[in-house]
């Protein structure tokens, strides 16, 4: 086996670029999400044109028992996981918070929050074992400044800026890597995730200025991954140069 990476929400956006970035690189991967069909076409795909294994698990970020079901089975070959990222997360509606929907918030919350706390248990074990590691999280200008009707979303990635800290602390005694990586609005399907479906409502939120892609964080995600052993770049924000922060985008 080569070194080994295991990357949940890879059926698109970041994750995606990230999956074809390290095997491109010579990783083995291991690509987690929920679209079964999407999985099965990113294993083909990236199969057949690098030289590299890719392991497809199918699972819920946000149920406890299917997560750890899926890791605990994983083939005992493919448990020498050097690399989690932790990218599988949504934001849902951009409500006031007097006017949000209390299920949207709820799934943020399940999906940003508690799935990240479930894989990152039942994969630590691995790396545990391994003497060394490396968890990238994916964090956001969302989990650094609030912006009006960013609410509970914003709230789920202050609390994966919070647990990126705490697990820097609490695992340097295991030789393990902790980074947070913040981006700013980047053009994937999470706007039309977020306005469920509303191509128009999504496409409006990259109007006017060039956004980062997918394949700007999937390189910066690479570049944190692969300093030498005893380097690790603990928070990154990056943004497009059109934007300063949650709030201040030029649009001209
Ligand atoms: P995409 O919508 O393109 O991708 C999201 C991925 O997460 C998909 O592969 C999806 O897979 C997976 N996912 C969502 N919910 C679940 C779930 N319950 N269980 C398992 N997998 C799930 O969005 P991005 O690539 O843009 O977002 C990736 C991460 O980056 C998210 O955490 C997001 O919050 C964050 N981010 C995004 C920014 C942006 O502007 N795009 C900026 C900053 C941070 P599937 O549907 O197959 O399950
Ligand atoms: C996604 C970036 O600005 O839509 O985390 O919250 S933003």
């Known amino acids: 086996m080569n070194n080994i990476v295991l990357i949940t929400g890879a059926t698109s956006g970041f994750g995606k670029a990230s999956a074809e970035k390290f095997a491109a690189n010579g990783y083995d991967v291991i690509i987690t999400g929920r679209r079964k069909e999407r999985l099965d076409e990113i294993k083909n795909e990236l199969s057949s044109r690098y030289k590299t294994k890719i392991l497809a698990l199918e699972f819920d970020v946000q149920d406890k028992q299917a997560v750890f079901n899926a890791i605990e089975n994983i083939p005992e070959e493919w448990k020498k996981i050097d690399i989690l990222i932790n990218n599988a997360g949504l934001a849902l509606g951009r409500d006031r918070f007097d006017e949000a929907d209390l299920s949207d918030w709820e799934t943020m919350i399940n999906t940003n929050v508690h799935g990240l706390l479930y894989v990152s248990k039942a994969v630590l074990p691995y790396l545990i074992k391994q003497k060394k590691g490396h968890i990238i999280n994916l964090g956001s200008t969302a989990g650094k400044e609030v912006y009006e009707k960013g609410n509970v979303y914003c709230a789920s990635k202050f609390a ?93």
Do not use: W
């Open 160 to 252: 994966v800026d919070a647990i990126s800290q705490a697990m820097r602390i609490d695992l340097l005694q295991h030789k393990i890597k902790v980074t947070s990586i913040n981006p700013g609005a980047a053009e994937t399907e999470f706007s039309k995730v977020r306005f469920k479906g509303n191509e128009q409502q999504a496409a409006k939120i990259y109007e006017g200025y060039k956004p980062l892609i997918a394949k700007d964080v999937a390189d910066v995600i690479y570049y944190c991954a692969t300093l030498p052993p005893h380097v690790c770049i603990n928070d990154l924000t990056l943004t497009s140069l059109s934007q300063a922060n949650s709030f201040y985008l030029y649009k001209g």
